[in-house]
C-alpha cells in the first residue's frame, strides 16, 4: 500500500498557485518524497523529488517540514494544462502509487 | 530529451492468446518496470527489473506474466494467456538509479482483451 495521504481532489483558479499537500508520517530516514501527475489516460509525468531540502524546478517547487512527514507540492501559476491527478510517492524500492489528487484548473 | 516508447499504442486480443508488449527504455538506465491502470483505478505495480532479472514483483504478476530484455534495447512484457481482466493499460518506466532517481514512464500500451 501506499504510504502517502493526499486530498482526493481540489480544485485552483487559473493563474494562481495550487498547493497540493501530501501527508508521510512513516517515512524513513533515506526514502525521497517524490511527485508525479498524470494527465488523462498518458504515462504518469515526473514533476520533482527532494529528500528534506526545499526544491525547485522549472514546473514546480516542493516544500518538505522539518520533520519530513509532510510536504506540499506549489504549483506557482497554474494554468488549465495542469489539470491531471498528482500523486505523491515515498518509497524505498518500487513506486507505489496511491489514488492521489485530482486537481482540477478552472478559467 | 530522451523517451521511454512503448508499442503497440493499443492492442485487441482475444481471451486465451499470448501477447507481447514492448518497450524501448532510455538509453543509459539501467532499471526497468512495468505497472498497470484498469480504467478508473490506480497505477499498480508489477515488476522491476534490474541487471537481468527480477529484482521485484508485485502479488499480480503472477505466472502468466514474464519480462525479458531481449537485446540491449528493448523491455518485453508478456502474458501468456490473456483475460479479460488483464484489460488495461499497460506502462513501462526505466531509471537511471533505481529508487534514488525518477521514473521515466512511456504513453502505455492499451490492451483490450476481448
Known amino acids: 500500500d501506499a504510504k502517502t495521504t493526499q486530498p482526493p481532489s481540489m480544485d485552483c483558479a487559473e493563474g494562481r498557485a495550487a498547493n497540493l499537500p501530501c501527508n508521510h508520517s512513516?517515512?524513513?530516514?533515506?526514502?525521497?518524497v517524490y511527485w508525479y501527475r498524470q494527465i488523462h489516460s498518458q504515462g504518469p509525468q515526473y514533476i520533482i523529488h527532494?529528500?528534506?531540502n526545499n526544491e525547485t524546478n522549472e514546473m514546480a517547487s516542493l516544500i518538505i517540514t522539518e520533520d519530513r512527514k509532510s510536504s506540499t507540492l506549489i504549483l506557482p501559476h497554474a494554468t488549465l494544462r495542469d489539470t491531471a491527478v498528482y500523486y505523491c510517492?515515498?518509497?524505498?524500492?518500487?513506486?507505489?502509487f496511491g489514488p492521489g489528487t485530482r486537481l482540477s484548473v478552472l478559467p | 530529451e530522451p523517451e521511454v516508447t512503448q508499442t503497440p499504442s493499443h492492442q485487441v486480443t482475444q481471451m486465451g492468446q499470448e501477447v507481447i508488449l514492448r518497450c524501448v527504455p532510455i538509453?543509459?538506465?539501467?532499471?526497468f518496470y512495468w505497472y498497470r491502470q484498469i480504467l478508473g483505478q490506480k497505477v499498480e505495480f508489477l515488476v522491476s527489473?534490474?541487471?537481468?532479472?527480477?529484482?521485484?514483483k508485485s502479488e499480480i504478476f503472477d505466472d502468466q506474466f514474464s519480462v525479458e530484455r531481449p537485446d540491449g534495447s528493448n523491455f518485453t512484457l508478456k502474458i501468456r494467456s490473456t483475460k479479460l481482466e488483464d484489460s488495461a493499460m499497460y506502462f513501462c518506466?526505466?531509471?537511471?538509479?533505481?529508487?534514488?532517481?525518477?521514473?521515466?514512464f512511456g504513453n502505455g500500451t492499451r490492451l483490450t482483451v476481448t
Open positions: 518506466a526505466s531509471s537511471s538509479s533505481g529508487a534514488l532517481s525518477p521514473l521515466h
Open positions: 512513516t517515512i524513513s530516514g533515506n526514502e525521497y
Open positions: 527532494g529528500l528534506k
Open positions: 510517492i515515498v518509497d524505498g524500492q518500487n513506486f507505489v
Open positions: 538509453s543509459n538506465h539501467l532499471y
Open positions: 527489473f534490474y541487471n537481468n532479472e527480477i529484482s521485484e
